[in-house]
């Protein structure tokens, strides 16, 4: 994430990032799949369900579907050209975690939510399943209000991250993040982190999952965010035995083909080795399965397949 210092204060100052800026809309979209069951506090049973079932893969919700990025910015594309349309000659430039822009603190301070402790954005309407995005214009628009936060004495998502990656309340250590870990980071996962990431594969939802207002979170109005088959659900020697061909197929248009293959099957291989330390009724399936990779060409994926099947003797 070295983007993030490259940038510096440019994505403090929107009028340095954009000449010309002065306000900036700000947008949540909800992505909670169509199909989420709708009972209150049902949708988080279901996913905290799948951490008991330890040779099935999680990919955390956000990244079942199409990739956002596209899906948000596109619509504020059209939303920033219909404005145009409106008022006359506009500046305008969409965004969607695609440049150097602090969405939470923006969205924050223009009253979409507050953050929660978790460090995301919060709504009393719609939880945090959402993402942010945000139109840069060159027109003065009234500002809105900030909302006032109610997390309250609450810390239920501080208490139950996996890693203790909430440091305090609103400060994570992105280095000790099941997210930063499985999507952005490069190399070898550290040896004191691999058990406690558990079956999850892509991303991670736990401190979403613990918070209350999250009984609130919306379906998405859109068919994009419907999972894909074969994403949830899925015994991890089916995932682990995509080629590279299969892995750049099925995750054609999801978040999930940026990591590309090496990084899915190091992530894998982690879950493998946590499902085998455990003990699972899949295990002589699961050791074969790591066995079938134990001479891949890359050395990272050689070494977790190696430390997967070492995790067997542990006890
Ligand atoms: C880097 C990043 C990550 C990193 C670090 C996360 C983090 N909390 O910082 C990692 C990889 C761990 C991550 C994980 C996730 N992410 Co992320 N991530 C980002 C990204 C690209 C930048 C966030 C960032 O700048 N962090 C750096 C910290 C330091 O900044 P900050 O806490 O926002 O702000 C502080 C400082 O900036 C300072 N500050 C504020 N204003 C100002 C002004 C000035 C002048 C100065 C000097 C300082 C300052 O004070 C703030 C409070 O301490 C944003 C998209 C974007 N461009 O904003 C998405 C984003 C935050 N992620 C998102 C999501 C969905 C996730 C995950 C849920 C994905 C998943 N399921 O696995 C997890 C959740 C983990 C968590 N608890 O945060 C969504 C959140 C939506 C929401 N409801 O809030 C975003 C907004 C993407 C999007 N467009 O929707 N993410
Ligand atoms: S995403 Fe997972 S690992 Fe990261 S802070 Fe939340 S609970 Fe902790
Ligand atoms: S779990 Fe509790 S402390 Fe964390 S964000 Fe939700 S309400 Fe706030």
């Not at 003990?279 to 790591?290: F, K, N, P």
Request: glycine share 8%.
């Amino acid at each position: 994430m070295h983007y993030m210092a490259a940038h510096g204060l440019k994505r403090a100052r929107p009028a340095e990032l954009i000449p010309g800026t002065v306000s900036v809309i700000t947008a949540r979209m909800d992505y909670l799949p169509a199909a989420t069951p709708t009972q209150p506090g049902a949708w988080q049973a279901l996913e905290l369900s799948r951490l008991t079932r330890p040779a099935e893969g999680i990919v955390s919700v956000y990244a079942r579907g199409r990739d956002y990025h596209k899906v948000l910015r596109a619509r504020l594309q059209k939303l920033g050209e219909r404005i145009a349309a409106e008022v006359g000659p506009l500046g305008h430039r969409a965004f969607t975690d695609s440049a150097p822009v602090l969405e939470a603190e923006l969205a924050a301070r223009s009253g979409q939510g507050w953050r929660g402790k978790h460090t995301l954005l919060l709504s009393r309407e719609a939880g945090s399943m959402f993402f942010l995005g945000e139109i840069y214009v060159d027109l003065a628009l009234p500002p809105s209000e900030p909302v006032t936060p109610h997390c309250g004495n609450c810390h239920a998502c501080i208490t139950v991250c996996p890693t203790q990656a909430i440091v305090a309340p609103h400060r994570l250590d992105a280095r000790r993040c099941i997210s930063y870990l499985t999507i952005e980071h490069a190399g070898p996962i550290p040896l004191a982190l691999r058990p406690l990431i558990g079956n999850r594969i892509y991303g991670c939802d736990d401190c979403q999952l613990a918070c209350p207002w999250n009984k609130f979170a919306q379906r998405s109005a859109l068919p994009d965010f419907d999972e894909r088959q074969g994403l949830s659900g899925q015994q991890l020697v089916t995932l682990f035995g995509w080629s590279e061909e299969a892995f750049l197929r099925l995750t054609e248009g999801s978040p999930i083909r940026r990591i590309g293959h090496e990084r899915w099957l190091r992530n894998i291989a982690v879950a493998m080795g946590n499902a085998l330390r455990v003990g699972v009724a899949e295990a002589a399936v699961l050791r074969a399965s790591l066995q079938a990779r134990a001479d891949h060409p890359s050395a990272l994926v050689r070494e977790h397949v190696q430390w997967a099947l070492a995790q067997s003797q542990v006890l």
